[in-house]
């Protein structure tokens, strides 16, 4: 059973910086693609940022570019969002996914809030 567990959430003023982390239980983590989505309320949840299996490439979405910087960890088996210059709209719930084909995980999320 592979398991994805976020942590590093929590109420930030705007302009500040939060690192998420995603743990991944699994022994075949470098073979999965990983993304950080987001879902604010009230709203569809969106993607944020995209690594690929070996971490060479990362994609990110405008809204987030510049500022977010997604990285992996194939020793530890994590997952990371860097989230600088935070801003009250990049306020959501985090979820971390890792994915393989059709076959894809995630996590339960952790809480980001951007309030002054």
């Known amino acids: 059973q592979v398991q994805l567990v976020e942590s590093g959430g929590g109420l930030v003023q705007p302009g500040g910086s939060l690192r998420l982390s995603c743990a991944v239980s699994?022994?075949?983590?470098?073979?999965?693609?990983a993304q950080w989505h987001r879902q604010a309320s009230g709203k569809e949840r969106e993607l944020v940022a995209i690594i690929n299996n070996d971490g060479t490439r990362t994609i990110y979405a405008d809204s987030v570019k510049g500022r977010f910087t997604i990285s992996r960890d194939k020793y530890k088996n994590t997952v990371d969002l860097q989230m600088d210059h935070l801003k009250p709209e990049d306020t959501a719930i985090y979820f971390c996914?890792?994915?393989?084909?059709?076959?894809?995980?995630w996590g339960q999320g952790t809480q980001v809030t951007v309030s002054s």
């Open positions: 699994t022994s075949t983590f470098s073979q999965y693609n």
């Open positions: 996914n890792i994915n393989r084909g059709p076959v894809g995980y």
